[in-house]
């Protein structure tokens, strides 16, 4: 039973270009989503992270979206880099417990 | 400073035989997280650790699969009797406590185990 989907494995676009990568969730337990970057041989990164009780966080070239009627999660880069290339995976905390469930991973390729 | 390490970095064994992974976490951190990786999946929990005591367990697969922390330093995930199936990356990470947000969690570049 997937809980947190990303349903496209992967996904190219040109730099400066906005990027869009997508996740659905379907527990509502869910209090923050996360967003992680994990290059080849490396273990995954932080990027950003938003509360259920928000809608949008902003960090520099990162915005996530939060839509929690559609149980949807986005994240927009803008502009695209060619260093933005890698697998992100979206996570999910469940409220009341120390675990995190994360999606099967995007991988992301920036053509320069 | 250094991350989150992880030994060894790659392990070939034999189904039936016990694997040992080990986990150093950064200095300071309490918390501290061991998941799993098949091919194609998402990182799946396997279990928590506060300190040196784990207060969710509840992602290990089988009773095949434990865990202990010395501390609030090293950690090792034992698998005995390996099956094929448990051919995957393991990654570990921390952080200074639990946080829920996510932000203040290290991943380390994690152990991929072959079972043949």
């Known amino acids: 039973d997937q809980q947190v989907k990303q349903n496209s494995p992967s996904l190219s676009v040109q730099e400066g270009r906005i990027s869009i990568l997508n996740c659905d969730y379907t527990?509502?337990?869910?209090?923050?989503f996360l967003w992680y970057k994990k290059y080849p041989a490396e273990g995954p990164t932080f990027l950003i992270s938003?509360?259920?009780?928000?809608d949008k966080n902003e960090d520099g070239r990162f915005t996530v979206f939060l839509n929690k009627s559609a149980k949807h999660l986005s994240l927009h880069i803008v502009p695209s880099q060619p260093g933005d290339s890698a697998v992100y995976f979206c996570?999910?905390?469940?409220?009341?417990?120390?675990?995190?469930?994360f999606g099967t991973g995007t991988r992301l390729k920036v053509l320069a | 400073g250094a991350g989150v390490s992880q030994s060894p970095s790659n392990k070939v064994t034999e189904k039936g035989k016990d694997v040992e992974l080990r986990c150093d976490p950064i200095?300071?951190?309490?918390?501290l997280y061991w998941y799993r990786q098949r091919l194609g999946q998402g990182l799946e929990f396997l279990i928590y650790?506060?300190?040196?005591?784990?207060?969710?367990k509840s992602g290990l697969p089988s009773d095949r699969f434990s865990a202990e922390r010395t501390g609030e330093s090293v950690s090792t995930l034992t698998i005995q009797r390996t099956q094929q199936e448990d051919s995957a990356v393991y990654l570990c990470a921390s952080s200074f406590r639990y946080d829920r947000t996510g932000e203040t969690q290290y991943f380390g570049p994690g152990t991929r185990l072959l079972v043949l």
């Open positions: 527990n509502s337990m869910f209090d923050y």
């Open positions: 938003i509360s259920s009780i928000k």
């Open positions: 996570a999910a905390s469940v409220r009341r417990t120390y675990k995190y469930i």
């Open positions: 650790f506060q300190g040196n005591s784990a207060p969710d």
């Open positions: 200095s300071g951190h309490t918390a």
